[in-house]
């Protein structure tokens, strides 16, 4: 099938390989803008060039896709078929409209739940126990058109953000290539969204960072895990501004109050939740510092047990 792919980051690229080894026909790849990274500001190739490069596959990077030059492109290479994945672009009604077999969505959650930016984070965030992707026809909307595939996939207490990205983002390759199949086939079947169990999943930012003691044990637990590697839960510990970058859940409970000490030693670090619950920091990361254990942070950061943080 002749097919356009548009994709900018990671989560994008495993869905574009698995079109390109399935022998389809990928006609071109539109990907955002290259920008600036780092301390130099050298202009970084977003991963879904860095791959269609690799592969002579033609690269186009609009700023723009109302200005109607994206759609001349778009007629240019007459494409069967739009492949989108974490492009971070909503296509014009122009475009969607313009190949002969529709556009079509990997996204990163059971949709209707979680529509938006960040539904990987949001589902950690929220203590979702399942995720999975969604094969979705685009529509106007955000992520609201009809669905044509899902598959599932049980999120483990222990699995941040970034892992369960990467698990996603195979699954969403895999589902994709089975989708487009039946496409061509005609056997596809669309099956309208429920809007009544929608939810939002918008983007990330600092602001949910900071670190409630007051909280569930659980609900910093996943906090920790929704928020790696960015922009990452954080906490005062003895006055030191921390990333708090892994943690567990232990066993037993406490009567102490949220926010108290109850071990800082070369065994690890534990603090008393808002339950009565227990969190367990397992690595984290000072201002201006490398990660590092909680044991070696606490090396040269001694704190009683007893201590209690504040928020």
């Known amino acids: 099938m002749r097919i356009v792919f548009m994709g900018t980051p990671d989560f994008a690229v495993p869905s574009l390989r698995a079109l390109v080894e399935a022998g389809h026909e990928v006609c071109g790849v539109f990907s955002q803008p290259d920008k600036p990274k780092n301390r130099g500001m050298k202009l970084q190739e977003t991963p879904v060039k860095q791959?269609?490069?690799?592969?002579?596959?033609?690269?186009?990077?609009?700023?723009k896709l109302r200005d109607g030059e994206a759609l001349r492109i778009l007629r240019e290479l007459a494409p069967e078929l739009i492949v989108v994945a974490a492009y971070g672009k909503l296509l014009p009604v122009d475009i969607l409209e313009l190949p002969r077999l529709g556009c079509v969505n990997?996204?990163?959650?059971?949709?209707?739940?979680y529509r938006g930016a960040a539904p990987i984070n949001w589902a950690i965030l929220n203590g979702e126990d399942e995720t999975g992707v969604t094969i979705m026809?685009?529509?106007?909307?955000?992520?609201?058109?009809?669905?044509?595939?899902?598959?599932s996939t049980s999120i483990p207490m222990d699995e941040n953000a970034a892992q369960l990205f990467e698990r996603l983002a195979q699954l969403g390759a895999e589902l994709l290539v089975e989708t487009v199949e039946q496409?061509?086939?005609?056997?596809?079947?669309?099956?309208?969204?429920?809007?009544?169990?929608?939810?939002?999943?918008?983007m990330l930012s600092r602001e949910l960072s900071p670190i409630r003691w007051e909280k569930t044990a659980r609900q910093v637990h996943d906090q920790v895990r929704g928020l790696f590697p960015w922009p990452a839960a954080t906490a005062m510990l003895d006055g030191v501004r921390c990333k708090?970058?892994?943690?567990?859940?232990?066993?037993?409970?406490?009567?102490?109050?949220?926010?108290?000490?109850?071990?800082?030693?070369?065994?690890?670090?534990?603090?008393?939740?808002?339950?009565?619950?227990?969190?367990?920091?397992?690595?984290?990361?000072?201002?201006?510092?490398?990660?590092?254990?909680?044991?070696?942070?606490?090396?040269?950061?001694?704190?009683?047990?007893?201590?209690?943080?504040?928020?």
């Open 51 to 63: 791959y269609a490069l690799s592969k002579g596959l033609p690269v186009f990077q609009p700023s």
């Open 137 to 151: 026809y685009m529509a106007e909307g955000m992520d609201t058109g009809d669905i044509l595939a899902q598959r």
């Open 244 to 311: 708090i970058l892994r943690t567990a859940l232990p066993e037993g409970d406490t009567d102490q109050a949220a926010g108290t000490v109850l071990q800082a030693d070369k065994r690890g670090l534990r603090v008393a939740c808002g339950d009565g619950g227990v969190l367990e920091v397992l690595e984290l990361q000072p201002d201006g510092k490398k990660a590092m254990t909680a044991a070696a942070f606490l090396m040269g950061h001694p704190i009683p047990a007893g201590t209690v943080f504040s928020d």
């Open 106 to 113: 990997v996204h990163s959650s059971l949709l209707p739940k």
């Open 183 to 202: 496409i061509g086939a005609g056997t596809a079947r669309a099956v309208p969204q429920d809007d009544g169990q929608s939810c939002h999943a918008p």
